[in-house]
């Protein structure tokens, strides 16, 4: 009689546990997009610039939204679809181009920069530096554009005219190798190296080459014109009231090599099933793009995170300590109006992409309610 309720009272209590446990993972997913819509409804208004978020889970979509409008005149919403600048985020399809052309034997990593641009002033100044430590930002070249006092000539200044004055160096900020400083005219210099091996156009080949493989139909590099179809504006917030600041208005927007590339979320979905993928290259270099980098000479405090292609640590951030100890991958973006990050947690099997017009970077709104509700740990 004893063992007959004890057993009976055991089932129950298994019923019981099993049902909240399916319950709580119904609830979670629901009380996810609850929380994130709160948050992102203090970040964007219907009638002002906003943004579009994707969060997955290996192919099960967990979040997607959009926000506000892509274009203050047109009144266009920003959707999924939508096609902004992505900043820096640029760098990686540099980077990958570069691989590319490695694989292909067009080039070695370890070529000397002088290789492509034998006219330096001061040759033995940067004599040490390789493509290498340009992927890496540890080349130590220092960025000596004077943008803030010639702002007129940089609003149209192209990847060269944005590499042209690294050439007149006449000292380097550390030892290549050594440290990390992060750098948008080095890669002006890598998508000209990309010209200048392939004998095309770097726009042209990045599209051939990673682009088209991948699915990105939407996406594109600026030449010196800026997308005109289903495409936001980027705006900052001036005396309470938004200005556009974009393609223009912001200096260094037509210098494409570090931040010209212009895609969607829908786009950056199949970038990353792309990389899960290896649609545009061979899976030993995917491995390679996700493994830090460490210079046989590294004396910086600074933990080495970069691979030279994305930022890799532990956390959400790169050099600040957080609570979750999660993996990350990833590469964020930041010019004129527009923010922009693409994160991939592998242990997770989690990928996040979020895209923005209003000059608010909403990273932290996301990593907090993952965190809270248990995505991450």
Excluded at 150 to 167: G, H, M, Q, R, V
Excluded at 190 to 206: D, M, N, R, V, Y
Excluded at 307 to 335: C, L, M, P
Aim: charged content about 25%; glycine content about 6%; proline content about 3%.
């Amino acid at each position: 009689m004893f063992i007959h309720f004890y057993l009976k009272a055991k089932a129950s209590l298994f019923l019981i546990l099993t049902t909240t446990f399916i319950c709580y993972g119904q609830n979670r997913e629901e009380l996810l997009k609850t929380k994130l819509d709160s948050a992102f409804s203090k970040v964007f208004n219907e009638n002002d610039p906003g943004g579009s978020i994707l969060i997955q889970q290996g192919d099960k979509i967990l979040y997607e939204n959009s926000f506000g409008l892509a274009d203050l005149k047109t009144k266009e919403k920003f959707t999924n679809k939508t096609v902004s600048n992505l900043g820096s985020i640029t760098k990686t399809f540099v980077s990958y181009g570069i691989l590319i052309l490695r694989n292909k034997k067009k080039l070695s990593l370890e070529d000397p920069l002088l290789k492509f641009f034998p006219d330096f002033k001061n040759r033995k100044v940067v004599s040490g530096i390789t493509l290498r430590h340009l992927l890496s930002h540890t080349s130590g070249l220092p960025d000596i554009r004077h943008v803030d006092k010639d702002s007129i000539f940089y609003l149209t200044a192209k990847d060269e005219e944005n590499f042209n004055p690294l050439k007149l160096t006449d000292s380097l900020e550390f030892e290549p190798g050594t440290k990390s400083n992060y750098s948008n005219p080095a890669y002006n210099g890598l998508a000209l190296i990309i010209e200048k091996t392939s004998h095309t156009k770097w726009q042209h080949f990045i599209a051939e080459n990673i682009f088209k493989p991948s699915g990105m139909k939407n996406t594109t590099i600026t030449d010196g014109s800026f997308p005109d179809k289903g495409v936001a504006h980027g705006y900052v917030l001036r005396k309470n009231a938004y200005e556009e600041y974009d393609y223009g208005e912001s200096p260094t927007f037509a210098a494409a090599g570090n931040g010209g590339v212009w895609s969607s979320v829908e786009d950056l979905k199949k970038y990353i099933s792309a990389l899960q993928q290896c649609k545009f290259t061979d899976c030993k270099t995917i491995e390679e793009s996700k493994t830090v980098w460490k210079p046989s000479n590294w004396k910086s405090e600074k933990m080495a995170d970069h691979t030279g292609i994305w930022f890799v640590h532990n956390g959400f951030y790169s050099g600040i300590k957080t609570e979750e100890k999660v993996k990350v991958i990833e590469h964020a973006g930041d010019q004129g109006g527009f923010k922009s990050h693409l994160m991939i947690i592998p242990e997770k099997q989690m990928s996040i992409v979020w895209l923005t017009n209003n000059n608010a970077f909403i990273t932290g709104h996301i990593r907090r309610i993952l965190l809270q509700l248990k995505y991450i740990e």
